[in-house]
């Protein structure tokens, strides 16, 4: 735990203040998990309360808590149901336990391209708002897009096809559709916490998982691995959740800051999450670490979306619908691209 923690070190943006106190101030208390003062989740939180105060006049004041300072992501958005935390941005596979609607995103493959996952966020937006409210009692009102999952891993040879997963012991988060995915590609999925990793690959106990190039770097992986093999099979997403319980005792006009700063909090971040990203991967190089494509990802595809029918009913209520929307958004959206 302690290599893990140190890994994830930074300048520490609870220091982050972006509006004066004064009198009668509403208090909305953000949390998230990680504690790298440049990933995309501070990034992401801290333009949200900058304009939050903006646009509310100074009437809700934000403060930042990183690092799981107040809890794991499922205990921050246990808060956030209760009212105790405002804002919390968990990855969509973390807040499905609570809200099956967001296993839509963990899907694999259920999109191919950054600019298909972003148009599927803002046009089933509003139906997987509606839904998560009713599931979890809380709101989404924006986005953040981490990156795709890639593969880190030890090997002499590089991955590139789904065989070669046969001979790892592959990191994945406790999602029984992640799970699925790797078993369908016959690979051994091991569940480790997040914070256990780092541990886990020196030791042994896992060879490799998958994750964004920002975490790998970030959590100092390219001390215990030396490749990463690039796909999009998923991508990595963190909506920024709002308690519904909180939301309701604000006026029209603090609601509407709220929303407004979700959604520009959510363009400023797509904007900013590819410069950096070019970033990463060129620090990656420079620590060493051996990278390469899996050019064609047509047998990986088809073995993963294999699991669809399985999990329908993993998507709540109407999953079959939900899916069939998504499917209709993303054939909508080839035809006009």
Known sequence: MAASAGAQTGENPVSWDGAPESDGQIAMKMGYSNSISWSTLGTTLRRFGQLVSIYSDNQIRPRIYPGGQLGSE???????????????????????????????????????????????????????????????????????????????????????????LSRFKMRVPQNPIMIATYEAWGANPTPVNWVQTYNALEQGVVQGGDSPIRDIVGAKFTEVVNRVTTLHYNMLIHPIVVSERWFQSLDDFQKKAVLRAGREATAY?????????????????DEGLMINAIEDESEWEQQAQKLWPEFVDSLGSDGQQLLDEAKRINAQYDQSH
């Not at 808060?79 to 973390?94: K, L, S, Y």
């Not at 971040?269 to 190089?285: K, Y």
């Open 74 to 164: 499922r205990e921050m958005i246990q808060q956030a149901q209760q009212g105790a935390v405002q804002v919390t941005i968990p990855a969509a596979n973390n807040l499905a336990p609570l809200a099956p609607t967001m296993n839509i995103f963990v899907l694999p493959y259920i999109v191919d391209s950054t600019d298909k996952m972003n148009n599927l966020q803002d046009e089933l937006g509003p139906t997987v708002t509606d839904r998560v409210i009713d599931e979890a009692g809380v709101r989404i009102v924006g986005w953040e897009n981490s990156g795709w999952r890639e593969f880190f891993y030890n090997a002499d040879e590089p991955i590139s096809q789904p065989s070669d």
């Open 269 to 285: 971040v797509r904007w900013w999450q590819p410069l950096r990203e070019e970033q990463w991967w060129q620090q990656a190089r």
